[in-house]
């Protein structure tokens, strides 16, 4: 089906927040397929210019528009040549209850909304759908975090950093851009290429606080409002509409789209191996095959083909990519798994010798492992799901420092499916009144390469002993026979997340010049039994 040439449209929304009646333009690109008749239209709105369109990850608007759609780009308050004052997600209820409304009423339009796009993107789908606006029958939200708090912006307790001020550098950006400001645009794309990561307050960069004016979220977010995180919290359960999620094993946001997934009524999934962009085929130094590569845009159109359309739809309700056998799986729903406990075991010496420290099913006696964290030489983050470049890479010369504890199981007899959320459970203190702990898996081949799969990250602010819970990053991997599982455990991961300045202040308030050696010490036995649990099918 031929495309229509693109047509600018404006609607007009309401500002609540001012004290008089005012009315917002809000500008959209509107793409209409050269045929008779009226069609669905699918709606995306984003706030980094609508011309972009989502098209580091998704097929142009005109391949949407082909398929028999009236397909809407829509610059969010405040973007692009939109009006009105930009702030972080805080318009995008009303503004998207409106927005649908107008969509379903444009010319040719058979009434029927569908949405869809990721990141920023998929959240804007969600904040109009908990109003429920009648012409919205579906949508397709792709790697987003309904938690801000817990599953965006921060991770256990610990903010992450290199993601959420590479994210607060591109927005202030494109806002001194827009608002003609050169000399700032082009110190802060000078920041974008060579992070700021050594100012005073390493968390705080005097950039931020220079361009404070064009931050629509960062100084907000570091500082921890509950307040404010309450304000932008959607709760997905009341969300009636059928969603097609989409994610991927290492994006920043895989914690909150398979919790948005499991608290819906009525949803699919798909999760391919990919970072948050681009969805491709190789991630990190691994390339996965050429099944790996995104299919998305046609399962989306088959999504909406079926509740837009009226035509069947013989997809699985689940689609996960397995790492290793670099396969997709189909489930009627997400799969169950079998949970296997995997002791850490050791001499006292797995950070000199990754032969020390063992993976065991069994408890042996009761052993401290000690690691020091020298704020001066912190653990470097590399791949994962926050650091950048995302994914799987080498890290055997991360593993051979003193300062790493790495804990290994014998080669497997057997290939072993692991799919889901596993737990590294770690009895931990430390001489210091805040720590973090990072616990990493990864598969150690039988060439001696040693790959992550996946990680998680935990601050805490006490020092006394005591068992700390570190959910993984959710996976789906087969490590075939030969192969063994390590757990690397470290105090820190960074940039991905803050150095911990061991005085109890947090990341926005902790000078460098203040940062303590930490001692942590973590202990494994019987009276301690640490472990590692993982679920297999």
């Known amino acids: 089906m031929k495309v229509l040439p693109q047509q600018t449209v404006s609607m007009y929304t309401r500002d609540s927040s001012a004290a ?107 904040y109009a759908a908990v109003k429920r606006p009648e012409p919205l029958k579906a949508i397709c939200p792709a790697m987003l975090a309904p938690d801000l708090y817990q599953d965006w912006a921060y991770e256990n ?10 994210w607060a550098i591109q927005l202030a950006a494109e806002t001194a851009r827009l608002k003609g400001d050169e000399t700032a645009f082009l110190e802060l794309s000078r920041a974008a290429k060579n992070m700021p990561l050594s100012d005073r307050i390493p968390a705080r960069p005097e950039i931020m606080q220079k361009y404070a004016h064009y931050d629509a979220y960062y100084q907000t977010w570091l500082d921890c409002s509950e307040d404010y995180w309450r304000k932008l919290f959607v709760d997905v359960s009341t969300i009636e509409i ?88 189909s489930y009627a729903e997400f799969p169950k798994a079998e949970q296997s406990i995997f002791y850490l075991n050791s001499s006292g010496l797995a950070s000199m010798d990754d032969r020390e420290g063992q993976l065991n099913s069994e408890l042996s006696e009761d052993a401290i492992d000690v690691i020091v964290h020298d704020p001066w030489r912190p653990v470097p983050a590399l791949g994962g799901h926050v650091a950048y470049p995302c994914g799987s890479f080498d890290r055997s010369n991360i593993d051979a420092r003193s300062d790493v504890l790495t804990y290994t199981t014998a080669p497997l007899e057997a290939d072993l499916h692991l799919v889901g959320e596993m737990v590294a459970e770690i009895y931990a203190s430390s001489d210091s009144p805040s720590f973090d702990l990072c616990a990493l898996l990864s598969e150690v081949k039988p060439n001696g390469s040693v790959m992550n799969f996946t990680q998680g990250y935990l601050r805490s602010d006490r020092s006394e002993l005591s068992a700390y819970q570190i959910p993984l990053q959710p996976v789906s991997i087969c490590i075939p026979k030969g192969s063994a599982i390590r757990l690397s455990v470290s105090g820190a991961c960074f940039p991905a997340y803050p150095v911990n300045a061991g005085t109890g202040e947090k990341p926005g308030a902790a000078r460098a010049i203040d940062f303590q050696i930490i001692t942590i010490s973590v202990h494994s036995g019987e009276s301690y039994p640490s472990k590692l649990l993982l679920n297999s099918m």
């Open 20 to 126: 008089q009646s005012v009315r917002i333009r809000l500008d959209a690109d509107v793409y209409y397929p050269d045929a008779a008749g009226s069609f669905p239209v699918l709606l995306m709105r984003q706030p980094y210019g609508r011309s972009i369109a989502s098209t580091v990850v998704y097929a142009h608007p005109i391949w949407y528009a082909a398929q028999g759609y009236i397909v809407v780009i829509q610059d969010v308050r405040g973007r692009g040549t939109s009006e009105g004052e930009f702030k972080l997600f805080e318009h995008e209820i009303e503004d998207g209850f409106e927005t649908v409304n107008w969509a379903a009423n444009l010319p040719r339009s058979n009434g029927k909304v569908g949405m869809y796009g990721f990141s920023y993107q998929g959240m804007t789908q969600l």
């Open 242 to 329: 059928p969603m097609l999620y989409i994610g991927g094993w290492f994006d920043t946001y895989m914690r909150g789209t398979l919790r948005s997934y499991f608290s819906s009524k009525q949803a699919h999934l798909i999760v391919g191996v990919w970072a948050h962009l681009p969805w491709g085929r190789k991630v990190g130094a691994v390339d996965y095959g050429a099944d790996a590569v995104s299919f998305c845009d046609r399962a989306q159109i088959r999504w909406f083909d079926h509740w837009l359309k009226d035509q069947p739809l013989s997809d699985a309700p689940v689609q996960l990519f397995e790492m290793g056998s670099n396969q997709w799986r």
């Open 157 to 166: 307790g610990a903010f992450c950093l290199f993601a959420n001020l590479g």
